[in-house]
């Protein structure tokens, strides 16, 4: 009878220990908040967990924190749900260094305990939608006309998306799979005439690549064979003429084609919007190219990196490697509105031919910004030690205490943000 009563007690503690166990991380919708002693049991509990990498003194962790708080219930309910949690990497340096985080936030998210760094939007409506991709299906099967149209619109605009008509599910399960991170992939088994003309398309098998976010989209016809689908893939991940900006510069890191940037004085305005439409036809031309543009009026920093400055005449083009070399062709620096489309086509045949200047970008290298973490801590100190000197200097002449606007961190970080500024050029490649 002790025997069975010291297993009953052992039952009954076993339980009582799984109980706790299965409580100690809530799913009602709150933003967990881990450590080092909970971290490694809290990814192992959750198939899907997004993970705040924060410091309690950065603006942008501030500003993100209560998008996070309305988006963890709605994620908390979904079929498959993805927890947020969030982790102060400032104080818990050793999971910083773990998962090498070299700046707030940094966001991953980690799927059956592998983290993937997040690049996506931060508000909390499209950081939903953004993370639903990542428990969707690698290929959606659509059997109907009304499915396709579902399939399209609650896809949302930041991911490009592939349909394949009358396509065997096989010929692209492994390639979604590889680009999942980056494109939803779909396959029709049943449409109608209308939904033909809707995609422009005229026969099957096809593969159509849509762009909703700017209006684009391309058919692939075959050959269905791994190299040249994969090709057409790869390069329908970006539309025709992109944007550079802190996010898509991000986005081509895993891309190697060089990137024919055309750097204008404000890509918003008329005279700009016309010569994009022309670079697109350039484009389509050359897919072993990414075609991008960037304003100095929206990333003056990125600009001046190429040579510009107030005397250069803009438009100018060059072909960047994405690194730390870019090409000026010989003779075609810029581009005047006397038959834009012709001057571009010069362009490419002369970079082609070899007709060229290489040239490094100004700025940082690109280890200095991955390794940005260090170098602003460093940064920091040394401006504190500075400061602390001439504090020192100051009460020695009995000159009078002023009270400042800024405490010492502050200003370390006022005094650095220039430079973090130019750093992202190169940097947010290899972020």
Request: charged share 25%; aromatic share 12%.
């Amino acid at each position: 009878m002790r025997i069975i009563g010291l297993f009953v007690v052992l039952i009954v503690f076993s339980h009582s220990s799984w109980i706790c166990s299965s409580h100690q991380f809530p799913t009602d919708g709150t933003v967990l908040e881990l450590n080092e002693s909970n971290f490694d049991e809290a990814i192992s509990a959750f198939d899907y967990i997004f993970v705040d990498f924060y410091a309690p003194w950065c603006g942008h962790c501030k500003r993100l924190a209560p998008e996070l708080d309305k988006a963890a219930p709605v994620l908390a309910g979904l079929k498959d749900p993805i927890i947020i949690a969030k982790v102060d990497a400032d104080k818990y340096t050793r999971l910083a260094s773990k998962y090498e985080i070299d700046g707030y936030p940094t966001l991953k998210i980690f799927m059956h305990g592998v983290p993937t760094d997040y690049y996506g939007p931060r508000k909390a409506d499209l950081l939903v939608r953004f993370l639903k991709k990542f428990v969707a299906p690698d290929v959606a099967i659509l059997n109907s006309d009304s499915a396709i149209s579902h399939f399209v619109e609650s896809a949302g605009t930041h991911f490009p998306l592939f349909v394949g008509f009358g396509l065997d599910e096989s010929l692209i399960s492994d390639l979604a799979i590889k680009y999942k991170k980056k494109a939803w992939f779909s396959v029709a088994k049943d449409f109608s005439e209308d939904i033909m003309v809707l995609y422009d398309f005229d026969k099957v098998p096809a593969l159509v690549a849509l762009h909703p976010g700017y209006n684009e989209q391309s058919i692939f016809y075959g050959p269905f064979e791994d190299k040249f689908l994969e090709d057409f893939i790869k390069q329908s991940l970006f539309p025709l003429a992109l944007p550079i900006n802190e996010e898509t510069l991000k986005s081509l890191k895993y891309d190697d084609r060089k990137i024919v940037l055309t750097i204008m004085e404000d890509e918003a305005d008329d005279k700009s919007k016309e010569l994009i439409k022309i670079m697109k036809a350039a484009a389509s031309a050359n897919r072993d190219f990414v075609f991008g543009y960037v304003g100095v009026k929206q990333w003056q920093d990125f600009a001046e990196s190429f040579e510009v400055n107030k005397k250069t005449l803009l438009p100018k083009m060059v072909v960047w490697d994405g690194n730390e070399e870019y090409f000026s062709v010989i003779g075609l620096d810029s581009i005047t509105e006397e038959d834009p489309g012709s001057q571009i086509t010069r362009f490419l045949e002369g970079y082609k031919e070899g007709s060229v200047i290489q040239k490094q970008i100004s700025g940082p290298t690109l280890m200095g910004y991955i390794h940005s973490l260090i170098g602003v801590r460093s940064i920091y100190i040394v401006v504190f030690v500075v400061a602390v000197m001439m504090l020192i200097l100051t009460i020695g002449k009995e000159e009078p205490l002023r009270v400042g606007t800024r405490d010492p961190a502050d200003q370390a970080r006022g005094s650095t943000s220039a430079a973090e500024s130019r750093e992202r050029l190169v940097a947010d490649k290899e972020d």
